[in-house]
């Protein structure tokens, strides 16, 4: 059974992620590029998130750095990912 408070904080907290996938397709161009790790992969990838969909299921990133090189534009889904690192200022 949810609690009244239990609902209040999962409200809060998923508008305080709302609010961060907000700043990073919006504030894109001036935010770090985020770090990506993935499952297979042993090094990270570093890109600039464009937008998320609704069910954090895919991530559009910009010029993704890969070991073999760079990637213009990427979909990425987050089933494949271990970590995904947000650098702020």
Do not use: M, W
Not at 49 to 78: K, M, Y
Request: overall charge negative; aromatic content about 6%; charged content about 20%.
């Amino acid at each position: 059974p949810n609690s009244t408070e239990q609902q209040e904080k999962r409200a809060e907290l998923r508008s305080r992620f709302l609010n961060v996938l907000e700043y990073l397709t919006t504030n894109n161009q001036v935010a770090s590029p985020i770090q990506l790790d993935f499952h297979r992969e042993s090094s990270l990838t570093a890109a600039r998130c464009l937008s998320v969909d609704s069910n954090f299921s895919q991530i559009l990133v910009e010029d993704l750095q890969t070991p073999i090189g760079s990637i213009p534009t990427a979909l990425i889904r987050t089933n494949d990912l271990t970590a995904i690192t947000f650098p702020f200022q």
